[in-house]
């Protein structure tokens, strides 16, 4: 399956299964916790697939062994990915490849990618050019998130480049400026 990695499509090194060789390898849960010392042996790069009813706690403990960890999305309305990635760099601070496999679509990109996720497997190869796109799309969040964008309450605090600073006037007489933000509700 193709690997999109910083908005560009990328080789994979990564096996799924042991297939004897010496390359790098991703096994599932069930098989780290039945053979995590003869995995730890292989003496090559180790990496973990969660599947969707995996809780990153389960491999809390070994968090720091995993160069990869993927995360299954089995269907595009299941978003329990989501707030494992999140949990994962966040409450876990893991620093390594975090890949969302399985029905990733090109929609719900750049919300993986704010929660976290750093590698896609897509199905379709020609898709690299619209996930960079994909990450423009939206500019201002009002919500904090892994991908350490400032959200919009902490860019409204900054004064306008042509009017004071709130709580401050322009000139005598002048009534200080005040920063507000409007909602509007249909």
Known sequence: ???IKDGKLA???????DDGTAAPLIVSLEAWQAN???IRQRN???GIRLASDQSPALIAEDIE???VIALEFPKFNDGRAYSYARLLRERHGYKGELRAV?????????FMHRCGFDAFEVADTG?????????REISVWYQPTADRRKPATTLRRKPHPRRPAAGTSSG???PPSVACAGHWAY
């Open 127 to 135: 898709a690299a050019a619209v996930w960079e796109e994909a990450l």
């Open 44 to 46: 090559t790069p180790i």
């Open 11 to 17: 080789d994979d090194p990564w096996q799924v299964a």
């Open 102 to 110: 399985g029905n990733v679509l090109r929609d719900q990109f750049l």
């Open 1 to 3: 399956m193709p690997l």
């Open 172 to 174: 005598p007489g002048d």
């Open 36 to 38: 995590e010392g003869g």
């Open 65 to 67: 062994r995993f160069e």
